[in-house]
């Protein structure tokens, strides 16, 4: 099946700064990438998703892009705020088949 | 346009006991996932249901079973429950596109003493 490997698992910047997760996923054939963020006591929140189609989308200060050869995808936070301080976890998918997901990267930033 | 709820919120039960927990998807989704989330384990996929049907099943023991309503209202349960299950079982909803685009619910935080 699908394994999905996530780093790093805790991230700290500064405000202001850029940060940048990693995934790698194992099969081949999947074909959609979601990222979500999960707040304390809440759960995870959808904030982008990619299709094996397409290499990089935006959206605001968030893009995540998708090297299909080297089977990993990034998601990429720009001007970061105090409220981007979440776990984010990326996830994997072929078609019909389950979402497979990352462990977690617990982001902190700092003022 | 309401979210994923779950009920309840908080659980404490003890061991050997069962538990049902429920779920009422976005309106009009018709596919409704379950995770179970522990700190050591991550997000592990329970099984997803569609239509009334169980579409998918993770690796979970038989213990773990779940149903879904023509409302797609969804309900899983969890009977003789172990000190491990201790856990945040999310729920999520999605269209018709199975995996695509979930919407997840708050969770329902289960304590087994």
């Known amino acids: 099946g699908e394994n999905v490997e996530q780093h790093p698992s805790t991230l700290s910047v500064q405000e202001g700064d850029s940060a940048v997760i990693k995934c790698t996923y194992s099969?081949?054939?999947?074909?959609?990438f979601p990222w979500y963020k999960q707040e304390l006591g809440k759960g995870p929140q959808l904030i982008i998703d990619?299709?094996?189609?397409?290499g990089e989308k935006k959206d605001q200060r968030i893009a995540v892009t998708l090297n299909k050869t080297a089977k990993h995808f990034s998601l990429h936070i720009t001007e970061t705020q105090p409220e981007d301080s979440a776990v984010y976890f990326c996830?994997?998918?072929?078609?019909?088949?389950?979402?497979?997901f990352g462990t977690g990267t617990r982001l902190t930033i700092i003022p | 346009k309401a979210g994923v709820t779950q009920t309840p919120r908080y659980l404490i039960k003890t061991r050997g006991q069962q538990v049902t927990l429920s779920c009422s998807p976005i309106?009009?989704?018709?596919?409704v996932s379950w995770y179970q989330q522990t700190p050591g384990q991550g997000l592990q996929f329970l099984f997803e249901?569609?239509?009334?049907?169980?579409?998918n099943k993770g690796n979970f023991p038989g213990r773990f079973s779940g149903r879904q309503f023509s409302n797609s209202r969804s309900e899983m349960n969890v009977s003789t429950l172990e000190l491990g299950d201790s856990a945040l079982y999310l729920c999520?909803?999605?269209?018709?596109?199975?995996?695509?685009?979930?919407?997840f619910g708050p969770g329902t935080r289960l304590t087994v003493l």
């Open positions: 249901y569609f239509s009334e049907t169980q579409r």
């Open positions: 099969d081949s054939a999947s074909n959609y």
């Open positions: 996830a994997a998918s072929l078609g019909n088949e389950k979402l497979t």
């Open positions: 999520a909803s999605s269209l018709e596109a199975q995996y695509n685009e979930q919407f």
């Open positions: 309106s009009g989704h018709r596919s």
């Open positions: 990619i299709r094996s189609n397409v």
